[in-house]
């Protein structure tokens, strides 16, 4: 049997909207991924998160804007960490614009208002295991 694929969920402490990315952690569990919940005030913590719990990918939930930042210097510590080959998924409140420039930056994808917790379970499941 082989080990779980392990996702990290990290969800700004100052965003107080936490239903979905709760929500898709349950889904997650169900569907055998071992699930990391976290709350953060800077990307570096979420990057230290990754390193310290080898998770293959990292969703970070937004539902009350300031997510470029957050996306920006996660995706830099990954790369300066060495850890680029982690799959950096995105969900809640982005607008189109945004998500077009995050995934040129290399976030894998964005799930927004809509989207089901299974396509996030697909993406994964195809792209890491």
Do not use: C
């Not at 990290?8 to 997650?28: Q, S």
């Not at 990292?58 to 790369?79: C, D, N, R, T, Y």
């Amino acid at each position: 049997m082989s080990d779980p694929v392990r996702v990290l969920l990290a969800k700004p402490a100052m965003d107080g909207h936490d239903r979905g990315i709760r929500y898709v952690a349950r889904k997650f569990r169900d569907a055998g991924f071992e699930v990391i919940f976290t709350n953060f005030l800077r990307a570096s913590e979420v990057v230290a998160t990754v390193l310290e719990e080898d998770v293959s990918a990292v969703g970070v939930s937004s539902s009350s804007g300031g997510h470029m930042p957050i996306f920006e210097q996660l995706i830099a510590g990954l790369k300066e960490s060495g850890l680029d080959d982690v799959m950096v998924l995105g969900g809640g409140v982005i607008p189109d614009d945004d998500e077009k420039l995050l995934k040129e930056w290399g976030v894998a994808a964005i799930f927004g208002p809509g989207a089901t917790a299974e396509d996030a379970i697909a993406l994964i499941q195809e792209t890491v295991g």
